[in-house]
């Protein structure tokens, strides 16, 4: 089983930028999605970005112009680029890596299931005003 783990989260300000890593234990070519999702404190756990094994790419409408999402198969790493940080995008962050999907609302589409697919611990992000 490859396990991920996610790394970068921080304290900052409104404006400031963050790069959130997340290893794998292993080869992460299988996984057709990859993703970071958020949950926010008493909020559900939401895909804000994913990676297709295409290249293809998407985000939640809210962090469009903000984040980019990349992936580095060679050192089996998933980036998440967050600049112009807001206090709404105070979370913890989830990394997630999936052969198999499901639909979510706000623009993402696909990314990995809720309840299927490999998970890593998460890191916290806090953006103060």
């Given at each position: ?9 921080g304290?900052?300000?409104?404006g400031?930028?963050l790069?959130?890593s997340c290893?794998?234990?292993?080869y992460?070519h299988k ?22 094994q295409?290249?293809s ?10 984040f980019?999402i ?9 980036y998440?680029?967050?600049?112009n ?9 989830f990394c ?6 499901q ?6 589409d ?7 697919g ?8 806090s953006?103060?005003?």
């Amino acid at each position: 089983q490859v396990k991920l783990a996610e790394s970068g989260g921080g304290s900052v300000q409104s404006g400031e930028s963050l790069r959130l890593s997340c290893v794998a234990s292993s080869y992460i070519h299988k996984y057709n999605i990859m993703a970071w999702f958020r949950q926010g404190a008493g909020e559900q756990r939401v895909p804000v970005a994913a990676i297709y094994q295409d290249g293809s790419r998407k985000y939640v409408d809210s962090v469009k112009g903000r984040f980019t999402i990349s992936r580095d198969n060679a050192t089996r790493t998933l980036y998440l680029q967050m600049n112009n940080l807001k206090p709404e995008d105070t979370a913890i962050y989830f990394c997630a890596a999936d052969e198999g999907s499901q639909w979510y609302r706000g623009g993402i589409d696909w990314a990995p299931r809720l309840n299927g697919g490999v998970w890593g611990q998460g890191t916290q992000v806090s953006v103060a005003s």
